[in-house]
């Protein structure tokens, strides 16, 4: 079964802090890796894609992908009480459907 | 605006009943989806579209049955078969099935009377 494991949390930091939130994947072919924020009784929205070993940046938000050891991670600089959230990691899993598999997610608190 | 609508936001079923979940797309997306989420964790999908008149089950089919006669509609029916249906149902779409993000509905919150 390919799966997509994250720590389910909570994750609390502090007003201000930075906030590492991780995720690994156990199949080797995936090739598109995407963070969405989920609050309480909504529908998820994409907050990052990312396709290429390496960092990218947007804005406080940063995603880091590393192929070789099979973890893709999300860092939230300056995190503030409004990013209280559950953040979900979503693999599209390779063998030719791409279809996109989700881990169950963590949930962050940031406490003012 | 382009989006995807999903009806109702709340639903009831009765033990025995079917009941449908609509899904609606004015983005003329290709693919659709529809994924189950229960309390405290992530989403499982159920059915997948890549185009009109064609599905695939998902990890968790059983229960659930869907249908794609046009490309704006995914329509979810929940079978009495499914015995434990109380859930949060969201319908998704992407432009294609390769590598791309979803764009998702609001949800409906299923319960059992």
């Known amino acids: 079964q390919k799966e997509v494991e994250q720590n389910s949390g909570p994750l609390s930091v502090p007003e201000g802090a930075i906030a590492s939130l991780n995720c690994t994947y156990s199949?080797?072919?995936?090739?598109?890796f995407f963070w969405y924020r989920q609050y309480s009784g909504k529908s998820p929205e994409l907050i990052m894609s990312?396709?290429?070993?390496g960092d990218k940046e947007d804005g406080r938000f940063t995603a880091q992908l590393n192929k070789a050891s099979q973890y893709v991670s999300l860092l939230i600089r300056d995190s503030q009480p409004s990013d209280s959230a559950t953040y979900l990691c979503a693999v599209n899993i390779g063998g030719g459907s791409y279809i996109p598999t989700f881990g169950r997610g963590t949930s962050l608190i940031v406490h003012p | 605006d382009g989006g995807i609508t999903q009806s109702p936001k709340y639903l009831f079923r009765k033990e025995g009943q079917n009941v449908t979940l609509s899904c609606e797309q004015n983005?003329?997306?290709?693919?659709m989806y529809w994924y189950r989420q229960d309390p405290g964790q992530g989403l499982r999908l159920i059915y997948y579209?890549?185009?009109?008149?064609?599905?695939q089950k998902g990890d968790i089919a059983e229960g659930y049955s869907v249908s794609r006669e046009k490309k704006e509609s995914f329509p979810l029916t929940v079978t009495s078969a499914q015995k434990n249906p109380t859930a949060f149902y969201l319908c998704?779409?992407?432009?294609?099935?390769?590598?791309?993000?979803?764009?998702f509905g609001s949800g409906t919150q299923l319960s059992v009377l």
């Open positions: 199949d080797r072919g995936s090739q598109s």
């Open positions: 579209s890549q185009i009109v008149n064609d599905f």
């Open positions: 983005l003329n997306h290709d693919a």
């Open positions: 990312i396709y290429s070993n």
């Open positions: 998704a779409s992407s432009p294609g099935l390769a590598n791309e993000k979803l764009f």
